[in-house]
C-alpha cells in the first residue's frame, strides 16, 4: 500500500530564501508525481507533474526532481517571496486506475 | 477553460442528518473523484468515476455514503447519517482521459462540512 510522507510538516523562512520540501513515497510503481498548493479554504492547484521516465520538472522559480529508485521527490523554491506562503502537497500516481495518493503537506510561510 | 464547480460551499449539520454536494466537472473530462481532507491532512480518495461507472470506491464508507454520476458529467456526494467525524472538505477534481502517466487532476474549491 502507498503511503506518501512530507517532511518537514511546517517552514518558516525570511523572503528571498531558497528551499527545499521533501516527499517520500514507499511504492515506486508510480505513474507520475505531482507537485501541489493549496491556499486556506482553497482548492488544490497543480503546480508540477513529473512522469515516472522523467527526472525533473521546472516552472518559473519551482524544479522539481523524482527519484523513483529511492524513493523520493523534492520541490525546490528559488528566491522565496511571501506570496509563496501556503501549504504543498505531493502526490503519487498508481494503482491499475490510476489513484492519487496525498502526503499530508508543508505549511510554508514567507516572511517579508 | 471553466474550472470544476462545487456546491455549496459551506454546510453546517447536525450528525445524523444527511447532506448532499453537487460537483460539475471540466467539460471532456471523463474521470470524476471525490477526495475528502480532514484538518491537518491530506486529501484521501473516496470515490473515482470514469464517465458515469465507479472504478474505485473502495475507501468509501458504504454504510453512509453514496455517490453517483448520471449521464456521465455531474456527480453528486450524500452523506446519511452524518456522524461528526465527516466534518472535512470534500474536493471533486476531474482529469482527461489518457495515458495514466500524464494524467493532471484539476480541482475544484471544495466543500467545507462541519458536523455538531
Known amino acids: 500500500k502507498q503511503e506518501v510522507t512530507q517532511i518537514p510538516a511546517a517552514l518558516s523562512v525570511p523572503e528571498g530564501e531558497n528551499l527545499v520540501l521533501n516527499c517520500s513515497f514507499t511504492d515506486s510503481a508510480i505513474y507520475n508525481l505531482q507537485w501541489f498548493r493549496q491556499d486556506p479554504g482553497k482548492g488544490l492547484t497543480s503546480l508540477l507533474l513529473i512522469q515516472s521516465s522523467q527526472r525533473e520538472q521546472t516552472s518559473g522559480r519551482l524544479n522539481a526532481s523524482l527519484d523513483k529508485s529511492s524513493g523520493r521527490s523534492t520541490l525546490y523554491i528559488a528566491a522565496s517571496q511571501p506570496g509563496d506562503s501556503a501549504t504543498y502537497l505531493c502526490?503519487?500516481?498508481?494503482?491499475?486506475?490510476?489513484?492519487?495518493?496525498f502526503g499530508k503537506g508543508t505549511k510554508l510561510s514567507v516572511k517579508p | 477553460e471553466a474550472g470544476v464547480a462545487q456546491s455549496p460551499r459551506y454546510k453546517i449539520i447536525e450528525k445524523r442528518q444527511s447532506v448532499a454536494f453537487w460537483c460539475n466537472p471540466i467539460?471532456?473530462?471523463?474521470?470524476l473523484y471525490w477526495y475528502q481532507q480532514i484538518l491537518g491532512q491530506g486529501p484521501k480518495l473516496l470515490i473515482q468515476f470514469q464517465n458515469n461507472g465507479v472504478v474505485d470506491d473502495s475507501q468509501l464508507p458504504k454504510d453512509r455514503f453514496s455517490a453517483e454520476r448520471l449521464k456521465g458529467v455531474d456527480s453528486t456526494l450524500k452523506i446519511q447519517p452524518a456522524k461528526l467525524e465527516d466534518s472535512a472538505v470534500y474536493l471533486c477534481a476531474s482529469s482527461r482521459q489518457g495515458t495514466l502517466g500524464a494524467n493532471v487532476l484539476t480541482f475544484g474549491a471544495g466543500s467545507r462540512l462541519t458536523v455538531l
Open positions: 467539460s471532456g473530462h471523463a474521470t
Open positions: 502526490a503519487g500516481l498508481g494503482g491499475s486506475q490510476g489513484n492519487l495518493i
